[in-house]
């Protein structure tokens, strides 16, 4: 498999603690962009008062694969983010380059406390 067999687990079952989207992932950078890109997706469907559904007849996309991607259970493709991010017009990829490093040199997504804890 290209890349090893880091893509045989889901973006979400790289989750340390809290809950999809918004837990504490491990160092696996492509598990964090993929929870990025999740919560990017929920936080522009909520904005903008859309249901998969209807994000999927807007931008071309299955409605199940917008699901699973919001669920962390697949790795989504270029050609589907970039047909999503038309619909939306607005960017999901996050600029993990930017994401602060921590002791180790590893980066992580800063995720506000209240929702690592659940809390809205």
């Known amino acids: 498999m290209p890349g090893g067999t880091r893509r045989g687990k889901k973006p979400r079952d790289y989750a340390v603690s809290g809950h999809w989207p918004y837990a504490v992932m491990d160092s696996a950078r492509q598990a964090q962009v993929g929870q ?3 919560r990017a997706l929920a936080e522009a469907m909520e904005r903008r008062g859309l249901s998969a559904n209807a994000l999927a007849t807007a931008s071309g ?17 270029m050609f589907t983010l970039a047909s999503i991010e038309e619909a939306l017009d607005e960017m999901l990829w996050p600029r993990h380059t930017d ?8 980066r992580h997504q ?8 659940g809390e809205e």
């Open 61 to 77: 996309v299955n409605r199940q694969v917008i699901s699973n991607i919001l669920a962390g259970t697949v790795w989504p493709d």
């Open 110 to 117: 800063p995720i506000p406390s209240h929702r690592r804890s």
């Open 99 to 106: 994401w602060p490093a921590d002791d180790d040199g590893a």
């Open 36 to 38: 990025a890109v999740a």
